[in-house]
Nanobody
Framework: QVQLVESGGGYVQPGGSLRLSCAAS????????MGWYRQAPGKQRELVAR???????NYPDSVKGRFTISRDNAKNTVYLHMNSLKPEDTAAYYC??????????????WGQGTQVTVSS
């Protein structure tokens, strides 16, 4: 079991930057994948970025080159650095932790979300 708490959302003008944080209630060293997802009103939740336990990352084309995910295992925290923000980045952003136990059972954990609004 792991609880996730996001922070860092807010209002920003187009072209601006924000850093989101996701604090976990326990060590994230053993968590297979940490990720950020977002959901805009009337749309499905979509992947924004994810990072595996060995540090591999992947991003959809919509944010590649603008967003960077990182993890600080010592602080049990994952970050999402967002640059060159666009109005279409406006959404609720959710932190996700995915683990797979020795039996191959997958566990998904979600934070409560933090709102990002990009507007002039």
């Amino acid at each position: 079991q792991v609880q996730l708490v996001e922070s860092g959302g807010g209002y920003v003008q187009p072209g601006g930057s924000l850093r989101l944080s996701c604090a976990a209630s326990r060590s994230i060293v053993s968590i297979d994948t940490m990720g950020w997802y977002r959901q805009a009103p009337g749309k499905q939740r979509e992947l924004v970025a994810r990072i595996t336990s060995d540090g591999s990352t992947n991003y959809p084309d919509s944010v590649k080159g603008r967003f960077t995910i990182s993890r600080d295992n010592a602080k049990n925290t994952v970050y999402l650095h967002m640059n060159s923000l666009k109005p279409e980045d406006t959404a609720a952003y959710y932190c996700n932790a995915l683990t797979v136990d020795y039996k191959g059972v997958t566990y998904n954990y979600w934070g409560q979300g933090t709102q990002v609004t990009v507007s002039s």
